[in-house]
T-cell receptor
Framework: EAGVTQSPTHLIKTRGQQATLRCSPI?????VYWYQQALGLGLQFLLW???????NRGNFPPRFSGRQFPNYSSELNVNALELDDSALYLC????????????FGPGTRLTVT | AQTVTQSQPEMSVQEAETVTLSCTYD???????LFWYKQPPSRQMILVIR??????QNATENRFSVNFQKAAKSFSLKISDSQLGDTAMYFC?????????????FGTGTRLQVTL
């Protein structure tokens, strides 16, 4: 069974641009979580989608947004990129609202120059 | 708000020895879940072990076991017979158990180096 996949592996953008990161959950999983792992800040929760709806949002500005598609894959968009947005972005999936175990993808390394 | 504290930024252990990683947390909730995740240099986060707060019995997964002290809000991970492949960052994480699943709140991690 395939695990959580993320694309691209690496992404280099310049300040002010927009970045789009993609995540495909494990087959049968309906929940997708996004986390930011920035150097020195640890893992911070960004967004949670389940069955196409945004369930929860972390303490991030509105320029961080996303969506979940009917096939449960998800997209994270970061607008007006800032240097501090450089981080590893991790996606995790679970079987839904009653599943307490999250399985992570390999991440997308975003570098903003 | 819940907080998770890992007070050991780095640890080292020799192969075949036992090591214990510490984690404390703060919450006012009575029902919650605790996890240990491993992040090797390949950066893929791997779930190592999970503990439900309502269970008194400590969770065990092969060479990995936890010491869950609910009153002390402590959740340590013991790795027995350490192997070179155990070299990784280890994160302790908390999830509220209030009805539905939720976000994970992570500690800052402990970097474990297993040496020959």
């Amino acid at each position: 069974e395939a695990g959580v996949t993320q694309s691209p592996t690496h992404l280099i953008k310049t300040r002010g641009q927009q970045a789009t990161l993609r995540c495909s959950p494990i087959s049968g999983h309906t929940s997708v979580y996004w986390y930011q792992q920035a150097l020195g800040l640890g893992l911070q929760f960004l967004l949670w989608y389940d069955e196409g709806e945004e369930r929860n949002r972390g303490n991030f500005p509105p320029r961080f947004s996303g969506r979940q598609f009917p096939n449960y894959s998800s997209e994270l968009n970061v607008n007006a990129l800032e240097l501090d947005d450089s981080a590893l972005y991790l996606c995790a999936s679970s079987q839904g609202l009653a599943d307490y175990e999250q399985y992570f993808g390999p991440g997308t390394r975003l570098t903003v120059t | 708000a819940q907080t998770v504290t890992q007070s050991q930024p780095e640890m080292s252990v020799q192969e075949a020895e036992t090591v214990t990683l510490s984690c404390t947390y703060d919450t006012s909730e009575s029902n919650y879940y605790l996890f240990w995740y491993k992040q090797p240099p390949s950066r893929q986060m791997i779930l190592v072990i999970r503990q439900e707060a309502y269970k008194q019995q400590n969770a065990t997964e092969n060479r990995f076991s936890v010491n869950f002290q609910k009153a002390a809000k402590s959740f340590s991970l013991k790795i027995s017979d350490s192997q070179l492949g155990d070299t990784a960052m280890y994160f302790c994480a908390f999830m509220t158990g209030a009805g539905t699943a939720s976000k994970l709140t992570f500690g800052t991690g402990t970097r474990l180096q297993v040496t020959l």
